[in-house]
Nanobody
Framework: QLALMESGGGSVDAGGTLNLSCAAA????????MAWYRQAPGKEREGVAV????????FIARPVKDRFSISRDNARKRLYLQMRNLTPRDTGTYYC???????????????????WGQGTQVTASA
C-alpha cells in the first residue's frame, strides 16, 4: 500500500491556475497507475485523470480535458495535477489515488482505487 498526501489546493478567482501535488510513501509507487479524483459539495466523487506507470496520460475527464494535465515523477514519488482556467464548477476536494491495476480507460470508477489520499480543497470563485 501507499500513503498519499495532497498539497497545493487553495482559493483562486475564476480563470486562475493551481498546481496540485501528491507525495507518496511506499514501495509500489512506480508500479501502479495513479489518478486524481474530485468531489464537489453535495455531489458524488468523480474521476479527473489517470496516468500510466511510465507517465503517459491514460484518461482525462471531458469537463477538464483542455484545461488540466496530469504528470508524475517516479524518482521523487510525486503525482501532479496542473489546473488552469479554473471555473466555479471545478470547486471541490481533490484526491490523489493509487489504482489496483492499469487498464484501458473509457471512464473512471471507485473500484479501481486501492489507496486514497485525504484530499486538498480547491475553490474557484466567480
Amino acid at each position: 500500500q501507499l500513503a498519499l498526501m495532497e498539497s497545493g489546493g487553495g482559493s483562486v478567482d475564476a480563470g486562475g491556475t493551481l498546481n496540485l501535488s501528491c507525495a507518496a510513501a511506499g514501495d509500489t509507487y512506480r508500479s501502479v497507475c495513479m489518478a486524481w479524483y474530485r468531489q464537489a459539495p453535495g455531489k458524488e466523487r468523480e474521476g479527473v485523470a489517470v496516468i500510466s506507470t511510465k507517465g503517459y496520460p491514460m484518461f482525462i475527464a471531458r469537463p477538464v480535458k483542455d484545461r488540466f494535465s496530469i504528470s508524475r515523477d517516479n524518482a521523487r514519488k510525486r503525482l501532479y495535477l496542473q489546473m488552469r482556467n479554473l471555473t466555479p464548477r471545478d470547486t471541490g476536494t481533490y484526491y490523489c489515488a493509487a489504482h489496483w491495476l492499469c487498464r484501458s480507460y473509457v471512464s473512471m470508477n471507485y473500484a479501481d482505487v486501492r489507496d486514497w489520499g485525504q484530499g486538498t480543497q480547491v475553490t474557484a470563485s466567480a
